[in-house]
C-alpha cells in the first residue's frame, strides 16, 4: 500500500482555530470543580438554541441517545410504527430498536440520498407514530412535504440532524423543523467535540422538560425520580469544547461549501460519475462529499494506489444488516439504498484542504476515468 498523502479527514484544522482556546477551556472546567451539568453546558444549550433557531436544546451523551430519548418523550414504544430511512446510519434503526417499536424503511431519493417523501404516505397505518427524516451529508431533506404528510395523519416528525447543523431548507435550520430532534456531536461532525457527545432540539416546553429529566436519571431535582430515566448528561468538558467551536461553526461552514464547490467544478462533466446535486431552496453544508459511480470500488481502490484515503457511506444498508435478520429483508427488498450501498464513494474532504489537495485528488479522478 503506498503511502497516504491526502487522509480521508483532517483535524490539522483545530490547531488554527481554536486548540489553544480549548485547551484554556478545559483547564477551566478542572479548577471549576463543577463537572455535571454545570454552567458550561447551560451556556452552550443556549448558544446552540440562539444559532439555530430553536427554543430548547438539551445537551445528551451521544446522538443515539438523542433519538431514544426523543422517541420516548413521545410515548412511542412495541404498539407503535416508526418509518426510518432505507438508507441511513444504522443508529436510526437502532433507536426505534431501543423503544420497541416496529421499524418500517421507505426508499430514498438516489439523487439525495435523503428519504423519498412520495412514499411515506403508503406506509402509513392506523400504528405510524412518527417519521424519522435523516438530513444525510449535509443536504436537508424535502421538510415542507414531510411536515405536510405529518400534519395531515396526525404523527410526530423527528428529525435525524446528526450530519447537518446549519443546512437549511427555505431558509429555515434542520433540526428546528420537527416536534423533536436529535443531533450529535461526535468529533466528526461538522460540530464536533472531542468524545462522544449529542444533543436534543425542540420549540415544545413539555418535551423539553421530559428530555431534560430523563437524561439525568428521570429527575430535575436532586434524590427526586419522577420518570425512569437513564444517565445521558453533556459533560462540562465536552460543553466547553463546544462552547469555543460553536463560535467558529458558521465560518467552517462557509469554507465546507466553498471546497466542495472547487471539487464540484474540478469534476463536472465526467462520465459514470455523480456528483452532490444542488438544489433550490437547498442550503448543504457538507458534511462528507460524497459521489455515485459504478465503477466506484475499482475508484477507490486507484484512489489508494495515489495515496488517496476515501470512506463508503454505507457499504451494508441496515436491512442487511445481521443485526437486523430477525425483521426477514432479503437483497432486492430496498432496491436503491442497495444500489447506493454498492456505487457511494466519500472522497476526501475537511476544513483546511489546500487548493494543492483538491487539485491532486481532483486530477487522479480524471485520470481514472479517462484511462
Known amino acids: 500500500m503506498n503511502k497516504i498523502v491526502l487522509p480521508f479527514q483532517s483535524f490539522r484544522y483545530h490547531s488554527e482555530y481554536y486548540e489553544k482556546d480549548i485547551i484554556e477551556a478545559v483547564n477551566n472546567v478542572i479548577r471549576s470543580n463543577q463537572y455535571v451539568l454545570g454552567e458550561e453546558l447551560r451556556n452552550f444549550e443556549n448558544s446552540y438554541s440562539n444559532l439555530t433557531g430553536v427554543k430548547y436544546t438539551v445537551g445528551v451523551g451521544s446522538g443515539l441517545d438523542a433519538l431514544v430519548i426523543a422517541l420516548k418523550s413521545l410515548n412511542i414504544g412495541p404498539e407503535d410504527e416508526v418509518i426510518v430511512p432505507s438508507n441511513t446510519y444504522i443508529a436510526t434503526w437502532l433507536a426505534v430498536s431501543v423503544v420497541g417499536a416496529k421499524i418500517v424503511p421507505v426508499e430514498p431519493r438516489e439523487s439525495s440520498s435523503n428519504i423519498n417523501p412520495d412514499l411515506i404516505e403508503d ?26 404528510i405529518a400534519k395531515k395523519y396526525n404523527i410526530y416528525v423527528i428529525e435525524d440532524n446528526a450530519q447537518s447543523q446549519l443546512a437549511k431548507y427555505k431558509s429555515q435550520f434542520t433540526g428546528s423543523f420537527g416536534h423533536i430532534n436529535a443531533t450529535s456531536f461526535y468529533p466528526t461532525k461538522n460540530l464536533g467535540a472531542i468524545g462522544e457527545a449529542g444533543a436534543i432540539t425542540t420549540n415544545n416546553i413539555e418535551l423539553a422538560k421530559f428530555a431534560i429529566k430523563h437524561r439525568n436519571y428521570g429527575s430535575d431535582k436532586k434524590y427526586v425520580n419522577d420518570i425512569k430515566g437513564v444517565n445521558s448528561r453533556l459533560d462540562e468538558i465536552q460543553a466547553a469544547i463546544l462552547n469555543v467551536k460553536i463560535k467558529y461553526l458558521e465560518k467552517i461552514t462557509k469554507e465546507r461549501v466553498l471546497i466542495a464547490n472547487k471539487i464540484t467544478e474540478s469534476l463536472q462533466g465526467i462520465e459514470n460519475l455523480a456528483l452532490p446535486i444542488s438544489i433550490s431552496n437547498f442550503e448543504n453544508v457538507f458534511h462528507i462529499f460524497n459521489v455515485r459511480s459504478k465503477f466506484r470500488d475499482e475508484l477507490s481502490s486507484f484512489l489508494l494506489e495515489n495515496g488517496i484515503a476515501s470512506s463508503i457511506h454505507y457499504p451494508i444498508p441496515p436491512h ?22 454498492k456505487t457511494s464513494l466519500s472522497l476526501p474532504f475537511f476544513p483546511g484542504m489546500t487548493d494543492e489537495e483538491i487539485d491532486y485528488l481532483t486530477s487522479k479522478i480524471r485520470v481514472f476515468f479517462k484511462d
Open 123 to 148: 406506509k402509513i397505518t392506523k400504528k405510524t407514530k412518527a417519521i424519522i427524516p435523516v438530513h444525510l451529508y449535509g443536504q436537508s431533506c424535502e421538510m415542507e412535504q414531510i411536515m405536510k
Open 320 to 341: 442487511l444488516q445481521k443485526a437486523y435478520q430477525d425483521l426477514g429483508f432479503k437483497t432486492g427488498d430496498f432496491p436503491i439504498a442497495e444500489k447506493l450501498s
